[in-house]
């Protein structure tokens, strides 16, 4: 399997140059591998709009392959180490699936600090990029980071209306902040990629999960669950961080003007985008899940005061355990919420 990822990953990353009557064109083909399945909406409505956007401003020098669903071989937790290593040009990825890799942009995450706004948030992410988070990020060239709408709770079959409910639970999540906001709920967490989610929900293996309303139409989760729950003002109970990336030698071998496609498709207008793009499909989800019969619970105010309260303690929790690796985790957190604020309504 190995050497079949790295044929492909050679074939398929290198570039090749044409013949024309007018010259010699270079041209570079990519291979973009990620998690989900070629009809989820992070690769119809975010991948595939921004490789297009590439390849029209490199002026057809680039060629952008998209591979769904793990089809080059792995699992989702090994995405980024195949874009360090090279096996594979691109990827995107949950950060979280590497616990511990990305502590300093793990800031956007927690309860709290992200509410309800991934266009704000993914703002936010991109102004504190260049002076606090890029140094994370070793092994790999940065296209654009993102968030989703937000964890909301999906239960199999109990109503959850206040943390008391949640006590003694099995829920589905895939970072360690999530991991701290499922036990500072009373629940146990239990950590696996998304898309095996739908059979460990049928088999009982969890009871719920904290995940976004997006992923209801690509994994039916609306068939594996009765409720849908949120705090007041779609407020979530934090949310996860994406990257999409480029293998850091592949990057630096480019040539200016093709590094200046990417860039052109990758700047902070497309990053805003990115959560938009987000909070759409989010609410296609919704939608989808209550036409097929589930209840969608938005908890009042003073339900959803009782999370937030429950809840940070997980913000203190963070703060202590990045301190003690030399990061200042209370400035992070204070401009991670500055900066949310500041591009809220953009």
Do not use: C
């Not at 991109?126 to 140094?135: A, C, Y």
């Not at 200046?260 to 989808?288: H, M, N, P």
């Amino acid at each position: 399997m190995i050497t079949r990822l790295l044929l492909k990953s050679a074939l398929g990353g290198a570039f090749f140059v044409a013949a024309s009557s007018a010259g010699v064109a270079e041209e570079y083909s990519f291979k973009l591998h990620h998690l989900l399945s070629a009809k989820a909406p992070a690769q119809t409505q975010m991948l595939e709009p921004w490789a297009r956007s590439v390849e029209e401003n490199s002026g057809g020098k680039v060629k952008i392959e998209i591979f769904p669903a793990m089809t080059l071989g792995g699992r989702p937790p090994e995405l980024i180490q195949q874009a360090r290593d090279g096996v594979v040009d691109i990827v995107w990825t949950v950060n979280g699936y590497t616990p511990g890799l990305f502590p300093r942009t793990e800031v956007f995450e927690l309860p709290t600090v992200y509410k309800n706004d991934p266009v704000a948030a993914n703002l936010a992410l991109f102004d504190l990029f260049e002076s606090d988070l890029r140094d994370e990020y070793t092994g790999v060239e940065v296209m654009f980071l993102h968030v989703h709408a937000g964890q909301a709770i999906h239960m199999r079959d109990k109503e959850v209306r206040s943390p008391a409910d949640l006590a003694g639970t099995k829920m589905r999540i895939p970072t360690r902040t999530g991991a701290w906001i499922i036990e500072a709920l009373g629940a146990a967490p239990v950590a696996m990629p998304v898309p095996e989610l739908p059979p460990a929900l049928q088999k009982g293996v969890v009871d719920g999960a904290f995940i976004p309303w997006e992923i209801i139409p690509p994994l039916k989760i609306q068939e594996q669950t009765e409720f849908q729950i949120e705090g007041a003002e779609m407020e979530r109970f934090g949310t996860t961080t994406f990257q999409v990336s480029m293998n850091k030698a592949r990057w630096d071998g480019l040539p200016e003007d093709v590094q200046q496609a990417f860039r052109q498709a990758s700047g902070r207008d497309w990053w805003a985008e990115v959560g938009r793009v987000w909070r759409a499909t989010d609410d296609f989800g919704i939608d989808l899940a209550v036409k097929a019969g589930n209840t969608h619970i938005v908890l009042t105010e003073n339900e959803t005061q009782a999370f937030r309260d429950a809840l940070a303690p997980v913000v203190d929790r963070w703060v202590d355990e990045v301190t003690g690796k030399g990061i200042d985790g209370s400035a992070l957190v204070q401009k991670a919420r500055d900066l949310i604020a500041a591009n809220t309504g953009s």
